[in-house]
């Protein structure tokens, strides 16, 4: 990510998200992408996480960690699937929608973390600037094998203790939450930059 997103660049991207939301609940396509409107930045490859929250609360998650295609096309097809596609919610439906926000994340490449111990690695993690020590936000992706997750850097927000942080990634990976402690793990940071409504 070597340029920041202009604030034009964030609002078009949500009004994409919004088309593409929209037309996905109703059963239809997303309106066809107009190249011409995209800066160049939109049309480079990028990979994106869209959350949807009701009401402040969680209703859907999804996106890629490395990119694989624009990332204008990368936030739209990542709008559609967290209201559909998010196996940990029911698909939204259009009574809902005027309570749906977005909001969307443009991540960096993700990076390994090198470390030794469980104990080196809770000192290594960056949750921010709530810790006092101004740095970035971290993301991190715990793979073991084939199970791999990720928490985007605004979960620190929610759970802001390293090791409870580590547990919960191990959970969502579908491992035991201490797995972290027991095995040493592949772990890869990032960043975000993140936009919303």
């Known amino acids: 990510m070597s340029e920041k997103l202009t604030q034009e660049e964030k609002q078009l991207l949500l009004k994409l998200a919004r088309q593409a939301l929209e037309s996905g609940v109703r059963g239809q396509p997303p309106p066809p ?12 490859e990028g990979a994106s996480f869209v959350t949807l929250t009701e009401r402040g609360e969680l209703r859907g998650c999804i996106g890629a960690l490395e990119p694989s295609q624009s990332l204008a096309e990368d936030v739209r097809e990542h709008a559609i699937a967290a209201a559909l596609q998010d196996y940990r919610f029911p698909p939204v439906e259009e009574h809902e929608l005027p309570q749906i926000e977005i909001e969307v994340s443009r991540l960096t490449l993700p990076q390994p973390l090198e470390y030794t111990t ?76 993140e936009f919303h409504e």
Do not use: N
């Open 118 to 193: 469980a104990d080196d690695l809770l000192d290594k993690l960056r949750p921010g600037p709530s810790t006092g020590s101004g740095q970035a936000v971290d993301g991190v992706i715990l793979q073991d094998g084939f199970r791999r997750a990720t928490f985007l850097p605004q979960v620190w927000e929610k759970v802001a203790d390293k090791e409870e942080f580590l547990s919960h990634l191990c959970l969502k990976m579908g491992a035991s939450p201490d797995l972290w402690r027991r095995k040493h793990l592949e772990v890869l940071v990032y960043q975000v930059e």
């Open 33 to 44: 992408l107009d190249q011409s409107a995209l800066t160049a930045v939109l049309r480079a």
